[in-house]
T-cell receptor
Framework: QKEVEQDPGPLSVPEGAIVSLNCTYSNSAFQYFMWYRQYSRKGPELLMYTYSSGNKEDGRFTAQVDKSSKYISLFIRDSQPSDSATYLCAMVGGATNKLIFGTGTLLAVQP | NAGVMQNPRHLVRRRGQEARLRCSPMKGHSHVYWYRQLPEEGLKFMVYLQKENIIDESGMPKERFSAEFPKEGPSILRIQQVVRGDSAAYFC??????????????FGEGSWLTVV
């Protein structure tokens, strides 16, 4: 079993839709959770950073962490074509000194 | 991810040649991480270095791959005797302190290695 599981998609939505991206994990020691956005042939760009359980909002983006279920989500409101990218979840904690990534979900927002 | 500088951005090598990828971390960052991304796959950890020290190389292949982060100059990921399976995007990231410690890491734009 992978430490972090993420549906690779692709996920296609119309412009303006609410997008939900999710990851599950197995290591209960993970405490810090991140979402990165990666455009084609570019480096990952940090979008959201959360610690422990709860919600965090930044503009159109909301990150949600449920440690009891080992489940994290990223919601994108009013999605735009410019949001079309691969979204990677990542996490770290406990004895781990490096980020562990999901495989990424490819999102396409259709105009 | 502005600030972490990687070069070259694109590199073509013939099988058996050596590839050297360089990474200059963000200003003030002394922790460097190398990740590899194969097509249709996520980022796989390779190695974590601090200045003059390899902290964690658990993701590095046992042969042909090496990394360093000297006191002066960029971090180098070196791949000897490249094979076609080494074709991938190699990303460098840096952080100001050891993870997790309330930090995350910032990535460069990557170096795309193609072995022909």
């Amino acid at each position: 079993q992978k430490e972090v599981e993420q549906d690779p998609g692709p996920l296609s939505v119309p412009e303006g839709a609410i997008v939900s991206l999710n990851c599950t994990y197995s290591n209960s020691a993970f405490q810090y959770f991140m979402w990165y956005r990666q455009y084609s042939r570019k480096g990952p760009e940090l979008l959201m950073y959360t610690y422990s359980s709860g919600n965090k909002e930044d503009g159109r983006f909301t990150a949600q962490v449920d440690k009891s279920s080992k489940y994290i989500s990223l919601f994108i409101r009013d999605s735009q074509p410019s949001d079309s990218a691969t979204y990677l979840c990542a996490m770290v904690g406990g004895a781990t000194n490096k980020l562990i990534f999901g495989t990424g979900t490819l999102l396409a927002v259709q105009p | 991810n502005a600030g972490v500088m990687q070069n070259p951005r694109h590199l073509v090598r013939r099988r058996g040649q050596e590839a050297r990828l360089r990474c200059s971390p963000m200003k003030g960052h002394s922790h460097v991480y190398w990740y590899r991304q194969l097509p249709e796959e996520g980022l796989k950890f390779m190695v974590y270095l601090q200045k003059e020290n390899i902290i964690d190389e658990s993701g590095m292949p046992k042969e042909r791959f090496s990394a360093e982060f000297p006191k002066e100059g960029p971090s180098i990921l070196r791949i000897q005797q490249v094979v076609r399976g080494d074709s991938a995007a190699y990303f460098c990231a840096s952080s100001p302190r050891e993870l997790p410690a309330g930090n995350t890491i910032y990535f460069g734009e990557g170096s795309w290695l193609t072995v022909v």
